[in-house]
């Protein structure tokens, strides 16, 4: 690669963040791993890049986004190890399942925190050193669910296309200067963000939007075994590293893909139809007053949530996954 370059990588103690941090570190690049939980994140980082304590090629920095005076420490604690990063790659991220009606404004507050605010104040603070250098890229990883917005993920979706709208401004603002901006589109991965576990829960079940959850919640379990590895991910961040232009836009995955096409040809009503259609929600005005209950089967089920504990609940859905998983053929594990 030449001239060693750093890229800092926030939310880089697990998932797409992790699998980023590995690879990079393997290229040859300084990696800078911004994470909450350093002390936790940066052993396991070590183990899995070989990558002894005193090297210099692999940094932890504690940070928050949401809490300012973590951030800015965080900025500080960059430049003064390593100086200006040539990139920037904005990964942290937050997920949740809930109707709008049903979320409330910390979820959104949280949600905007952590993937508009946050990373704004972050890369504010790291522009100037950037713009001295001359070079350098800024890398958000945004999501299918910012393209358009999606059922049951208002406050995700909503930050996610915020984060882009601002990466659009953002590029125009720092090209003179030499910097570039590419946005991610992510498809479906693998990582904890799309599991139970590592989304807040919001739903309820026993509300009126009951039957919508419950379908909804059939076929993401489904969408959720076609889940690529993180590691398919640091093929796109790889390339977006390498971006030269002012702006890029990219598909990562080729669900990502389909909709970035489909996106492009078909009108916002169309959109709108096929996502009805895709998440099985009916037709306008089926469910006034009332109507479209739940089947014998739902019922149960939202009964099984109410009275069951949620640790239970989560150890019960661990285990069915699992079972799923064992059931697969292993090249179908690993793709």
Not at 167 to 191: C, H, K, N, R
Not at 211 to 236: C, I, V, W, Y
Not at 243 to 252: L, Q, T
Request: aromatic share 6%; hydrophobic share 45%; charged share 20%.
């Amino acid at each position: 690669m030449g001239e060693l370059r750093t890229v800092v990588i926030t939310g880089a103690a697990r998932g797409l963040g992790f699998a980023s941090a590995v690879r990079l570190y393997r290229e040859g690049w300084r990696v800078v791993a911004a994470m909450r939980t350093p002390d936790r994140g940066i052993p396991l980082l070590r183990e899995a890049t070989g990558a002894g304590e005193d090297d210099d090629r692999l940094i932890g920095v504690q940070l928050d986004l949401m809490d300012v005076d973590s951030v800015a420490y965080a900025a500080k604690s960059i430049e003064e190890r390593v100086g200006a990063p040539y990139a920037l790659v904005h990964n942290a991220g937050i997920s949740s399942a809930g109707m709008a009606e049903e979320t409330d404004a910390d979820l959104w507050q949280r949600m905007f925190a952590t993937h508009v605010i946050g990373p704004v104040a972050l890369t504010n603070a790291l522009l100037p050193s950037m713009r001295a250098a001359g070079e350098g890229r800024i890398v958000l990883v945004c999501s299918s669910a910012g393209v358009r917005g999606q059922p049951a993920t208002a406050p995700y979706s909503a930050s996610k296309g915020a984060m882009e709208r601002w990466g659009e401004s953002l590029a125009s603002e720092i090209a003179p200067f030499g910097l570039g901006v590419t946005v991610l589109i992510t498809g479906t991965y693998d990582t904890e963000i799309i599991t139970d576990a590592g989304t807040t829960d919001d739903r309820d079940f026993g509300g009126p939007y009951a039957r919508l959850h419950q379908t909804m919640n059939t076929r993401g379990r489904f969408a959720m075994k076609m889940a690529r590895s993180p590691e398919r991910f640091a093929d796109g961040l790889v390339k977006a590293l390498a971006d030269r232009s002012p702006f890029r836009r990219r598909a990562v995955g080729p669900d990502a893909l389909m909709l970035l096409v489909s996106n492009r040809f078909l009108p916002s009503s169309g959109m709108h139809h096929m996502s009805r259609i895709v998440l099985g929600i009916p037709r306008q005005g089926s469910m006034r007053n009332g109507a479209y209950p739940l089947t014998v089967t739902q019922k149960a089920m939202v009964f099984a949530v109410k009275v069951i504990p949620q640790p239970v609940m989560q150890r019960i859905v661990a285990a069915a996954a699992k079972r799923s998983a064992a059931k697969q053929p292993p090249q179908q594990q690993t793709d």
